[in-house]
């Protein structure tokens, strides 16, 4: 495992109108369908933001949405 991001995680975001930043915990999922999904969470907000590609690599949906967590952030 790196710490690079792979490039179509930044791509995505700004894709859905977003950004990936150096201040972000950013996580990356493909579905069964092909469809790929972009987590990310900058430090200290309780909001996370969710992109959400189709199969062809377009925006199919956005979302920012609270998230609660008893984890912290260290760093």
Not at 20 to 29: A, E, M, R, S
Not at 46 to 62: I, M, V
Not at 64 to 75: E, H, I, L, V
């Amino acid at each position: 495992m790196t710490d690079t991001t792979p490039a179509l995680e930044p791509l995505l975001a700004r894709l859905c109108g977003g950004e990936i930043t150096d201040k972000d915990y950013v996580g990356y999922f493909m579905n069964e369908y092909g469809e790929e999904l972009v987590f990310a969470q900058r430090r200290g907000e309780k909001t996370a933001r969710l992109w959400h590609s189709d199969r062809a690599g377009r925006c199919s949906s956005s979302v920012t949405t609270r998230f609660d967590s008893t984890a912290q952030w260290k760093g």
